[in-house]
């Protein structure tokens, strides 16, 4: 069993950043390839980001690229989601996620969940 807990989630300005962080514990880290979703009112969950277990493979979701930048830290069981020049259609819970090994971009794929992350951004 992994466990995944997120932080960094608020209220911030169009044009403003976050850093979100999800923690991992369980089992080893570094064997994950870890995934960032977002779950808008009213809508499906979609992909945002996603990094191999070594971190040299990242995939971005089209609506994110650019502004957004995934990293993970091995040794503090760490992943990272930079998120800058937020935009209102930002606006959504957070949730990280964990597979084995190799990045995925679809939500059935990860075995493992966080509970969520609020990002609320203002116009």
């Known amino acids: 069993q992994v466990q995944l807990v997120e932080s960094g989630g608020g209220l911030v300005q169009a044009g403003g950043s976050l850093r979100l962080s999800c923690a991992a514990s369980g089992r080893t880290f570094s064997n994950y390839a870890m995934g960032w979703f977002r779950q808008a009112p009213g809508k499906e969950r979609e992909f945002v980001a996603t990094i191999n277990w070594t971190g040299v493979e990242i995939y971005y979701a089209d609506s994110v690229k650019g502004r957004f930048t995934i990293s993970r830290d091995n040794a503090k069981n760490t992943v990272y989601l930079q998120m800058n020049s937020l935009r209102p259609e930002d606006t959504a819970v957070y949730y990280c996620?964990?597979?084995?090994?190799?990045?995925?971009?679809?939500?059935?794929?990860?075995?493992?969940w966080g509970q969520g992350t609020q990002v609320t951004v203002s116009s």
């Open positions: 996620a964990a597979r084995g090994y190799s990045m995925a971009r679809t939500q059935g794929e990860y075995d493992y």
